[in-house]
């Protein structure tokens, strides 16, 4: 195409987003890494993934018709034991979003300093709109294409978003077929009585409660008098609102993915969640008035809980939050230009991979107890998850005075410092 005027040709900029999920793990542990002095040896190794497959899987339809779905497991370090993260269904997963989950979980366990590694798993499709038939062969079948890389010594997946305990379930039996025994220890996050541990499915949601709490120690903030919003009503999002709910904390805003619901005096919250078990969305609940998710991330409260997805606090809307705290229920909810605003703002940011970490501390206690066949009661779960958290949190917190910097920084330099030594005293092979 040719100008005819002096005018710049350049194409318009198109507007992307800020950060891919990667490219944000990435940058903060580029800083992370260089605060820590860490050679650069060990910083290319610790960068880069050791292993992805991307596999196709074929899909008969209930109606006949055949899709093939894209799959893909990513390994991204093994330094410190098997690797281990969940496996989601969606459709906007890609292998960059993968990528970035998986080194999000090396970085979680090492903070938490449980024996795994980092992976992470996805399929790119509509779990909403799929039957449970559907379900079930898309998750045979991806389990079969992951199958030589997977077990309860190499890489162990675990419930991500829109897969659960019956997906578990699948996956546990799939392997097991095919290895002609029953191994329960290939995944986590399975029904209890089936190698599942009490307490698993609200482990997130309980791991945030101990860090909303010592949060709160930290900042001053009396609970009693807190005003909560969470964004995101599956999983985690449900459980953290109902345990605050049940300690007396108000919450005053919750969301679905069509949107928020507030009420400044404090949500009826077991009905908001018994309305959700029953209709799948808040739309129709009686209380409270509806706002877009912005406006309920903009809201004024003192303690704001992002359990839904990744890049919804970004340098568009980080300078616009009215709270005091965050802490990121969510894998990947802040990117990383707004880390820079949040803490001009002097907002306390409890960073994803020290905060959700409660998933996987006890799947770790679920692998341990199917090594065991041997079962502890949900209050030995819960107090052994309190006291891992809690002892993370102020070793990140001690991290962030002897370094001068965030929490998000001090939790990168905690994780990446374990794993640097693993890896360093168990040398480079060959
Ligand atoms: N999907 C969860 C996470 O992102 C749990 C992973 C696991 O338990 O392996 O942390």
Redesign the pocket.
């Given at each position: 195409m040719s100008s005819t005027t002096d005018a710049p040709t350049d194409p318009p900029i198109v507007e992307a987003p800020e950060h891919t999920p990667f490219s944000s793990m990435l940058q903060r542990f580029d800083r992370a890494a260089e605060l820590l002095g860490l050679d650069d040896g060990l910083y290319r190794i610790l960068k880069e993934p050791e292993r992805e497959l991307k596999v196709a899987i074929p899909l008969q339809r209930d109606d006949g018709s055949l899709e093939v779905l894209s799959g893909w497991r990513v390994q991204h370090n093994s330094a410190m034991g098997p690797c281990?993260?969940?496996i989601r269904y969606s459709p906007h997963v890609d292998v960059d979003e993968v990528r970035a989950?998986a080194a999000?979980?090396t970085w979680?366990s090492a903070i938490v300093n449980v024996p795994f590694g980092g992976a992470k798993g996805g399929v790119c499709c509509n779990a909403r709109e799929m039957s449970i038939k559907e379900l079930e062969r898309v998750t045979r079948r991806y389990t079969i294409a992951i199958m030589d890389i997977i077990g309860p010594d190499r890489d162990?997946?675990?419930?991500?978003m829109y897969t659960n305990e019956q997906v578990m379930a699948w996956i546990m039996d799939t392997y097991s077929m095919h290895q002609r025994h029953t191994v329960t220890g290939v995944v986590?996050?399975k029904p209890w009585g089936l190698g599942g541990s009490m307490g698993r499915r609200e482990a997130?949601g309980r791991g945030l409660l101990t860090m909303v709490r010592e949060a709160s120690l930290v900042k001053e903030l009396d609970l009693a008098n807190a005003r909560v919003v969470v964004q995101g009503a599956g999983n985690v999002g449900a459980t953290i609102a109902t345990l605050l709910d049940e300690i007396g904390v108000k919450i005053i805003a919750i969301s679905d993915i069509d949107g928020g619901l507030v009420n400044t005096g404090g949500l009826d919250v077991p009905a908001v969640v018994a309305h959700l078990d029953k209709n799948g969305s808040l739309d129709g609940f009686a209380e409270g008035e509806r706002c877009s998710n912005d406006e309920l991330l903009e809201l004024e409260c003192d303690i704001l809980l992002p359990c839904a997805t990744e890049n919804q606090i970004t340098s568009r809307n980080a300078d616009k939050l009215r709270c005091k705290i965050i802490v990121e229920g969510a894998?990947g909810p802040t990117s990383a230009n707004a880390d820079d605003i949040l803490d001009a703002n002097d907002i306390f940011v409890i960073p994803d991979i020290l905060a959700?970490?409660g998933?996987?501390v006890v799947?770790y206690f679920e692998w341990v107890q199917d090594r065991m066949g041997y079962f502890w009661d949900e209050r030995d779960v819960n107090n052994r998850l309190h006291r891992l958290m809690q002892k993370a949190f102020r070793r990140v917190l001690d991290r962030t005075k002897s370094s001068a910097v965030n929490m998000r920084t001090a939790a990168y330099m905690e994780g990446i410092d374990r794993v640097a030594y693993f890896t360093k005293m168990r040398g480079i092979y060959p």
């Open positions: 281990k993260g969940g989950l999000w979980m979680k162990v997946p675990a419930p991500d986590t996050g997130t894998n959700n970490a998933g996987v799947s």
